[in-house]
């Protein structure tokens, strides 16, 4: 898509009338605030390793209303256990979700007069979602509530090909709560492009474990925008896994806005064919006594290839920080690439901050141990795969999510170990 | 057993064995003795198959068929193991799990039911005993700070799990305190039968102490130069290895 076949889609979103028409000039203006800074480039610091040609080769339109009206949904695939569903199909909230506890609100809507983009970061991807978001969740968790189920949002898109979706969805943790919020993005039709920003407030004493599956069929491009920003005491967990798509990229921010927060960041991501990821995280220690961390893993096979680049800033202030980053990948062809930069960004004295990141084929030693004892080669090299990504999907703490991800590991397994 | 005819061993373009003969009969206990860098992992690593070592000329055969044209895992399946001078640490796989899969590969190669976790924790546990190895080890990923004394353990038990006809032990000595040196000589000892063959690779005599070996082979430059009973070690003990190199 060219910039022009972008403002095409908006004057059709625009003449739609999906949105309320007080929205409207907010929208121009972020839309124009977009064509002003152009698709990202190879020439442009921050996208100097990404490729967007997956993007730019296609076309892709904006969904309507009727594009949700399927006849037949199967959704039992892509069901976790023992979760509340929110389902949202090519872009539209579908009735008949979970019926949810009291302590947890949740709202959908697509125009009305809380549209309220918040464009801290103003990377283009999310001046395009907030002047074309479509599918918008709040999620509040009242003060002191503890929500047990993890809540699951389930983006699918189904039987209609190459729309553009475009996700946005605000997570309000408020103080002294906790919950469990799982996206995951699925679809069984060839071709679309996601572009979701999220923004979760995490505040005071409160707990939010997020967990993110980008499961999509090949031929999809998927860009998401997160900000979260914590308060004090409060403890943010994040996982990912990317095992789709043809094009993903994902930023990152986390803001430790407040003292004593913790903050962990992790994720998998399962490459094969031509396919393309991009993590980049910025975690910004603004206050003191705060912890973060960053555990990222790929493994890559085929042509594929991938970019971590974890960017950790303590600020002057931010005394008694202590922070992690490990970046660690796995190649299992000589053919795929991975382009990994760990970057520390140090201005207090008295931090305790660690990084590092490896990347290599599979351990032939290992392999000859395994064997020497009777393996075969090939159930060798799954155990050592198995081994390398199991210590990430362990520390995850539902067993009904734990099970999810190995299933989907044990199916890229199957397609990448023959 | 085993019988090695002229062996000739490339690593990576470097000639390191030079014409090995060697026959090791069911039941029989043999030693290889000799200093760093003579060629004993070397020809461990050749009979166990690991790729790059490159039989250049001559011959292994095992259980009268030549070996060296097949996997590692083959060659473990018929009933060779060999007891690693370094074992590996394989992080995220879990040390039972791993032991599991391994003796599972067997009993499905040998037409045996497979065992279930539960059945083989039995197993496990009852092994570990004999190895004096605390369960905490069974919780770890493969050989995962470990001491090098528990590795050898480690490598012990799976010896015992797997039950090989032909074990290979290279420098499992090495670095064992005196308590350590008496388990694994004990084990090896009690699993030794009229079947099952060892070949000991040490290049100190204190094992030979705790073990009775029925020939000693003197390994120097990637040739045996010498061979005989026990009392070659002793000579070895008190002469060094030097009036044997002229
Ligand atoms: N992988 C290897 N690549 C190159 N040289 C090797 C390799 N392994 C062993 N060697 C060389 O082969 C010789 C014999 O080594 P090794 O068999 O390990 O001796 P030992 O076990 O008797 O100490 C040494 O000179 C060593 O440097
Ligand atoms: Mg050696």
Wanted: charged fraction near 25%; include cysteine.
């Amino acid at each position: 898509m060219n910039l022009n076949d972008y403002q095409t889609e908006f004057n059709k979103l625009i003449a739609q009338q999906s949105f309320s028409s007080d929205s409207h000039p907010q929208r121009n203006n972020t839309f124009s605030k977009f064509l002003d800074s152009g698709i990202p480039t190879k020439k442009w610091e921050a996208w100097r390793h990404t490729d967007l040609s997956f993007l730019n080769k296609n076309n892709f339109r904006v969904s309507r209303p009727d594009d949700s009206q399927i006849d037949s949904i199967d959704i039992s695939n892509y069901k976790i256990a023992n979760t509340y569903t929110i389902i949202i199909i090519n872009g539209y909230f579908i009735e008949g979700s979970s019926v949810l506890p009291k302590e947890l609100k949740v709202s959908t809507y697509t125009d009305k007069n809380n549209w309220n983009p918040k464009n801290k970061k103003e990377n283009p991807f999310e001046l395009l979602n907030a002047s074309l978001s479509d599918s918008n969740i709040a999620i509040v968790i009242e003060p002191n509530a503890s929500i047990e189920k993890p809540i699951h949002i389930l983006f699918l898109c189904t039987g209609k090909d190459n729309l553009m979706i475009n996700p946005q969805i605000t997570m309000d943790i408020s103080r002294s709560s906790s919950a469990t919020i799982i996206e995951q993005y699925v679809s069984d039709t060839s071709s679309f492009f996601q572009n979701t920003s999220v923004f979760a407030s995490i505040e005071k004493n409160a707990s939010l474990n997020h967990i993110r599956i980008h499961s999509n069929s090949d031929e999809t491009a998927n860009i998401s925008g997160l900000h979260v920003t914590q308060s004090d005491d409060s403890n943010y967990n994040y996982f990912q896994l990317v095992d789709g798509g043809a094009l993903q990229r994902s930023d990152i921010y986390t803001d430790l806005e407040g003292k004593n927060a913790t903050c962990s960041l992790s994720g998998l991501t399962l490459l094969d064919k031509k396919q393309h990821s991009a993590t980049y995280i910025t975690s910004d220690h603004i206050m003191p006594q705060c912890e973060s961390s960053q555990n990222f893993k790929s493994v890559l096979n085929g042509h594929s290839s991938g970019v971590f680049n974890g960017r950790t800033i303590v600020r002057e202030d931010s005394q008694k920080t202590n922070s992690k980053q490990s970046n660690k990948n796995l190649l299992l062809s000589d053919q795929a690439i991975m382009n990994s930069n760990p970057q520390l960004e140090i201005y207090a004295d008295d931090v305790k901050c660690a990084h590092g990141s490896t990347t290599g084929a599979l351990d032939n030693e290992a392999l000859f141990y395994m064997q020497s004892r009777g393996i075969n080669r090939k159930d060798s090299i799954s155990l050592l795969i198995r081994g390398f990504v199991s210590e990430l999907i362990n520390d995850i703490k539902s067993e009904d999510l734990k099970n999810h991800l190995f299933t989907r590991f044990d199916r890229w397994l199957l397609n990448n170990n023959q | 057993m085993l019988e090695i005819k002229n062996l000739h061993v490339e690593v990576e373009g470097k000639q390191i064995l030079n014409g090995i003969d060697l026959d090791v009969k069911s039941g029989e206990m043999h030693a290889i003795m000799g200093l760093n860098g003579s060629g004993k992992s070397t020809l461990s690593n050749a009979i166990t198959g690991r790729e790059n070592y490159n039989v250049t000329k001559g011959d292994i055969v095992y259980k009268n068929d030549s070996i060296i044209e097949m996997e590692p895992d083959q060659r473990a399946l018929a009933g060779i193991f060999m007891s690693f001078q370094y074992p590996t640490v394989i992080p995220g796989v879990n040390n039972t799990y791993f032991l599991r899969a391994a003796v599972n590969a067997k009993r499905k190669y040998n037409g045996q039911k497979e065992y279930d976790a539960a059945s083989f924790l039995k197993l496990v546990k009852s092994k570990l005993k004999e190895v004096d190895m605390d369960s905490k080890y069974l919780k770890r990923a493969v050989n995962e700070g470990f001491s090098g004394g528990e590795k050898k353990r480690n490598e012990m038990l799976q010896l015992l799990c797997l039950e090989p006809e032909l074990a290979i032990m290279d420098e499992t000595d090495s670095g064992l305190d005196i308590d350590a040196l008496k388990i694994i000589s004990r084990g090896i000892n009690n699993y030794k039968d009229k079947n099952r063959s060892f070949l000991v690779i040490t290049h100190y005599q204190r094992l030979l102490k705790y073990i009775e070996p029925d020939v000693v082979h003197v390994l120097i430059d990637g040739k045996i130069i010498k061979s005989g009973g026990k009392e070659l070690a002793l000579e070895l003990e008190e002469k060094g290895y030097g009036w044997l190199e002229q």
